[in-house]
């Protein structure tokens, strides 16, 4: 089955405390059902400072994203920018003289190619 969301794909927030933000998606993490979307969910970590190859020191304290689960995120319409569902359909695309069978996903609420 296909994935509904992926890489770079403009996701808006449903439920949550982030709720109505929209962000372009980082990273799919497939093991845990999360994405890592770019500046919503942002938390506070602290790293350990330690020594990189060329002598300088990194540590202290960082504002990163943490992952938000799949069902809490829904892809924006490239037409509207409003949230919609993903369907997907089959099309027959033909390529140097050869016929594939090719999955496309779209917004169902416009009909659009995502």
Do not use: C, W
């Not at 089955?1 to 927030?13: E, H, S, Y």
């Not at 033909?94 to 917004?107: C, D």
Request: proline residues 3%; positive net charge; charged residues 30%.
């Amino acid at each position: 089955m296909g994935a509904k969301i992926k890489k770079g794909d403009l996701v808006q927030i449903i439920s949550g405390k982030e709720r109505g933000k929209q962000g372009k998606v980082l990273t799919v993490i497939t093991a845990t059902s999360r994405v890592l979307v770019e500046g919503v969910n942002r938390v506070t970590k602290h790293t350990k400072a330690g020594q990189s190859e060329n002598g300088t020191t990194s540590g202290g304290i960082e504002v990163v994203e943490a992952p938000v689960h799949v069902s809490n995120v829904t892809v924006v319409d490239p037409e509207t920018k409003k949230p919609t569902r993903v369907g997907f359909r089959e099309e027959t695309v033909e390529k140097n003289g050869v016929s594939k069978t090719v999955r496309v996903r779209y917004a169902k609420a416009s009909g659009k190619d995502l």
